[in-house]
C-alpha cells in the first residue's frame, strides 16, 4: 500500500506516518530526511545535492526525484511507502507519477489531513515542551500537572519554537494552500483522494486511516 498523506504544518502527518510504520510496517518517506541520509551516504546524486546546498541554494525537482528514485529501490519499501512532504507542486506529482510508472509501482491513496485553520493556529502556538526530556505540553490542553514542573522528569526548564507564533503559522498554512492544492486536482481525476478530519483526536484519525487503508 503506498500513499501520500497530505495536510499544512502541525495537521499531524508526522505522527500518522509513524503510527502506520508501527503497525503495518510502512515505511515513511520524508524528502528532508532523505536529503540528509543521501548526503551522508556519499551517493552520486547525494554529492550533487550537497554542492547545492552548500552553495546556499534550494535542491532542485531532478534531484529530489533522484534521491527518492534510489530510495525506492531500498528493500524496505517492498512494505509500502507514505510520502510526506512530497509532492508539492503538480509538477513534482506528475515527475512522481513517471517515477512509479518506471519502476512498476503506483500509489493507492492520497490521504488529506483537513484541518481548521483557527483551530490549527491556537493548537500549534499553544505548545511547548520540556527542555531537558522534550515532553510535549499545551497552553490550553495539556499543562503540567504541577505549574512549571515537567510529568516525566521533573525538570523545571520548559522552551517553546520559535516559528510557533501566529503570524509564522499563518504564512506556512498560507504557503501549504498556494502550493500544494494545484496538487489536488490532479489527483482528484484519479479518484485517489480520501480526506480525513485532521481535527479528530490522534486515535481517530488512525482509525479513519486504517480504515481507508483496508478498503472501507
Known sequence: MNIILLGPPGAGKGT???????????????????????????????????????????V??????????????????????????????ATQAESLERLLEEKG??????????????ALVDRITGRFSCAV???????????????????????????????????????RLAEYRAKTAPILPHYEARGLIRRVDGMAPIAEVNEAIEAILDGH
Open 133 to 171: 526530556c522534550g515532553e510535549g505540553y499545551h497552553d490550553r490542553y495539556k499543562r503540567p500537572t504541577v505549574e512549571g514542573t515537567c510529568d516525566v522528569c521533573g525538570s523545571h526548564q520548559f522552551k517553546r519554537r520559535p516559528d510557533d507564533n501566529e503570524e509564522t503559522v499563518r504564512n
Open 60 to 89: 532542485s525537482d531532478v534531484i529530489v526525484t533522484g534521491i527518492l528514485s534510489d530510495r525506492l529501490d531500498q528493500d524496505d519499501v517492498a512494505s509500502g511507502f507514505i510520502l510526506d512532504g512530497y509532492p508539492r507542486t
Open 16 to 58: 500518522q506516518a509513524s503510527r502506520l510504520e508501527a503497525e503495518r510496517g510502512m515505511v515513511q518517506l520524508s524528502t528532508g530526511d532523505m536529503l540528509r541520509a543521501a548526503v551522508a551516504a556519499g551517493t552520486e546524486v547525494g554529492l550533487k545535492a550537497k554542492a547545492v546546498m552548500d552553495a546556499g541554494d534550494l
Open 105 to 118: 509501482m503506483k500509489l493507492d491513496y492520497v490521504i488529506e489531513l483537513v484541518v481548521d485553520e483557527d
